[in-house]
């Protein structure tokens, strides 16, 4: 059975950094990409950042890429979502997600694509 757990969210103000964690388990990490999608309240679910750990490649939204920064451990089976500058339009809660790997792409990375959802972490970053 696919898991995966999320950690790291909280309250942060604007300006602020936080680092998300993914532990994982059930599946082979190399065979599945891993992501980050998001939820602000009232939205749709958007994607953030991937990647693919058997490819060494990832994507992060393009509104998002200069101050967010994915990350993997294969060995621990882990993922992390590094998140700087954070603004008050960053909150929500952030999932993580395993799809196949070789959608870690700007034209396939979306929430329809996802296999197993985590249960989510709330960031809220106040003014």
């Known amino acids: 059975e696919v898991q995966l757990v999320e950690s790291g969210g909280g309250l942060v103000q604007a300006g602020g950094s936080l680092r998300l964690s993914c532990a994982t388990s059930?599946?082979?990490?190399?065979?599945?990409?891993v992501g980050w999608l998001r939820q602000a309240p009232g939205q749709e679910r958007e994607a953030v950042s991937c990647?693919?750990?058997?490819?060494?490649?990832?994507y992060t939204n393009d509104s998002l890429k200069d101050r967010f920064t994915m990350s993997s451990d294969t060995a621990k089976m882990a993922v992390y979502l590094q998140m700087n500058s954070l603004k008050p339009e960053d909150t929500g809660v952030y999932y993580c997600a395993a799809f196949p790997t070789s959608y870690c792409n700007r034209a396939y990375f979306t929430p329809g694509i996802i296999g197993s959802w985590g249960q989510g972490t709330q960031v809220t970053v106040s003014s």
């Open positions: 059930g599946f082979t990490f190399d065979d599945y990409g």
């Open positions: 990647i693919s750990p058997r490819f060494g490649h990832t």
